[in-house]
Every structure is written in C-alpha cells, then in structure tokens.
C-alpha cells in the first residue's frame, strides 16, 4: 500500500489543527503557507475530512476549521481511512495461496496497528518537539 499525497497532505492539515486545538478555528489558507502546499488543494482534502465528521467548519472572518474532537482520540488509521479507503497491502489477497494470505494479513495487521495506535495528539507533539523520547515505529 502507498500512501498519496492525498492521505500524506491530509495527515498535515490534521497536525496542524491537532497543533491549534483549543485556541479557535484555523485557516487553510495558513496552513497551506506553512507547509508550503497548494490551498486549493488543501480545499478539496478538507471536505471529505469534514463529511466524516473529523473536523468542522467555521464561517466569518475568523473561521477556518477546527478538529471535532481531542486530538487524541483521533488517530492517523480514520484520516488515512477517508482519504486513501481500505488499508490493505495487496489487492486480491483471498487469491493467493494460504502461506502468501497469512504474510499478507500479517503485513495489513501491522500497518494498521502503527495507524491505529498513533492519534494526532502524538503526532502534534512529535512534529513540535515536545515529545522527548524518539516516537518509534514497529512493523
């Protein structure tokens, strides 16, 4: 499974509103400058994001958007979900011969151990520093 630029760039979009949680809604318009990536872009990531109900939007002059709940309790596995699907290393896998199923399955249950088990709030703190010890990652 490779993830695109869709589930990498909205991984971003989600840091940067994990990072902000608390202190109001956030521009995509900010974002896209700190990162250096494409606002219209970035638009056509949140929507998805949004009709999943892991942010939401606010109107006005201030608005932007806001995460729906603690960025803890939302992990990188829901936002890779909605905007890459399945997580699955190998199309067709019920195909395969049983020894190359197991591998397989084994390979998916890893992968979607490391994307379940990291939330935003790791992430957040990851990306800011504040996490002392090096986040590791076992497959």
Do not use: C
């Amino acid at each position: 499974m490779k993830i695109s630029t869709k589930g990498r760039y909205g991984l971003t979009i989600m840091i940067a509103l994990a990072k902000k949680h608390g202190e109001g809604p956030t521009s995509l318009k900010s974002i896209a400058r700190e990162n250096e990536l494409s606002e219209h872009y970035l638009e056509q990531l949140i929507a998805p994001l949004r009709n999943a109900g892991l942010v939401r939007s606010v109107r006005g002059a201030y608005g932007g958007y806001m995460l729906t709940r603690d960025p803890s309790e939302i992990t990188s596995g829901d936002v890779i979900r909605v905007l890459e699907g399945p997580i699955s290393p190998v199309e067709g896998i019920e195909d395969e011969e049983p020894a190359k199923q197991a591998l397989w399955r084994r390979v998916r249950d890893a992968v979607k151990e490391v994307l379940d088990t990291t939330t935003l709030q790791h992430l957040a703190e990851h990306d800011s520093g504040e996490d002392q010890e090096p986040y590791m990652f076992y497959i």
